[in-house]
């Protein structure tokens, strides 16, 4: 008879990992025993067995049956709505982001603005009447000095005739808010040679910095002098390109009016 539960037992979990119900494994069972089932020691070993089993299966829904979270369906009009918010949101970000984008263009535009209409333009009766007289050609040359009044312009320095000196105080009235010129100009009649001289010797330290430029025109060796802007080369070359070299260098020159090479000897070797 203990053989015999012990069989039941061992048949118990096999029905259930093969998917057999109660009633298949009761079927199995009476089969197993046949006329042995009636015996009161079995039936109520097998009942025994048989309730413990149904206490574990309920005990295992029971863990199994969790209460899940009811699931609420939306309507195609609520899901319409969650679907749009983000996009508002979105929307509503990048209005503001332009927003406070143009409330800092505006505040940047208004400073400049209030830079703009608080810088005043810097300029003196001085300057304005120094610079009309250097727009003049036959002024200059020459260092003129202005001094300003409240409505008075003085002029002070040197020129080298009566005609320049009258032409400079013509120019001085003609600036606005000039009322009156004091002309001190002194009239020095060299004054404009020695201007023109000194303007030659700049030209020739020039023309020579030119030549040493070149290594052929270099070793010719030319002498070089200025008169009131002409430039004059002499000298002894055997290749009369090297001439040409020479005044096309000295053309560069600004203030050169003309570049004579009538004093050059072109000589031959030996």
């Known amino acids: ?107 940047e535009e208004t400073e400049k603005g209030k830079e703009g209409t608080g810088r005043k333009a810097v300029s003196s009766l001085i300057l304005t009447v120094k610079l009309a007289l250097l727009g003049d050609p036959r ?17 002070a320095g040197k020129v080298s005739s009566e005609a320049e000196k009258a032409a400079a105080a013509d120019i001085a009235s003609t600036v606005p808010t000039v009322k009156s010129v004091s002309n001190k100009l002194e009239v020095v009649k060299e004054l404009l040679e020695a201007i023109t001289h000194k303007q030659d010797d700049i030209i020739t330290r020039h023309v020579k910095e030119r030549f040493a430029k070149s290594a052929t025109v270099t070793a010719a060796n030319f002498d070089v002098k200025t008169e009131q802007g002409v430039v004059s080369l002499s000298g002894a070359v055997r290749f009369q390109v090297i001439v040409l070299e020479a005044a096309e260098a000295a053309k560069q020159v600004p203030g050169v009016k003309a570049v004579k090479t009538d004093k050059v000897r072109i000589e031959s070797e030996g």
């Open 1 to 107: 008879m203990d053989k015999d539960a012990r069989d039941v037992k061992q048949l118990i979990p096999w029905c259930d990992h093969a998917g057999l119900g109660h009633l298949l494994l009761a079927f199995c069972v009476c089969v197993l025993l046949g006329s042995q089932l009636a015996n009161p020691t079995l039936v109520q070993s097998y009942q025994r067995i048989n309730t413990a089993q149904s206490s574990a299966d309920q005990g295992k829904a029971a863990d199994s049956k969790v209460p899940a979270k009811p699931h609420k369906e939306l309507s195609p009009a609520e899901s319409s709505i969650q679907e749009s918010k983000p996009a508002q949101l979105n929307q509503q970000r990048s209005k503001g982001d332009e927003s406070k984008t143009g409330r800092d263009s505006g505040e």
């Open 139 to 155: 002024l200059f040359p020459y260092e003129i000095e202005v001094e300003a009044g409240s409505d008075e312009v003085t002029l």
